[in-house]
């Protein structure tokens, strides 16, 4: 299943993906964490990729977000608006 919008492939509806992935967790044997940094990872080795694209896709959202919200900020300090909206005097 590919979940990248860019692939141009089906993507599944988010109610959909939830459920997946509580099934998922759910058939999965419950493994207790590592002791030690470097011990054995408690999800198998052939979800890594999707994890590692998971935790890429979101550190993207989070940044781009700020960034968004940073430029905003400027924009709005140019124009002499306040984040309620009203003017500055």
């Keep these: 299943m590919n979940d990248d919008r860019t692939a141009g492939g089906p993507v599944l509806p988010e109610p959909v993906r939830d459920h997946l992935g509580q099934q998922l967790r759910g058939a ?10 470097g011990d054995e990872p408690p999800v198998p080795g052939e979800f890594e990729p999707q994890l590692r694209r998971l935790e890429t896709r979101l550190k993207t959202h989070e940044e781009g977000t700020e960034a968004v919200e940073e430029a ?18």
């Design 28 to 37: 999965l044997p419950a493994v207790e964490k590592p002791q030690f940094l």
């Design 72 to 89: 905003l900020d400027r924009i709005l300090d140019a124009f002499g608006v306040k984040a309620d909206g009203t003017k500055e005097a």
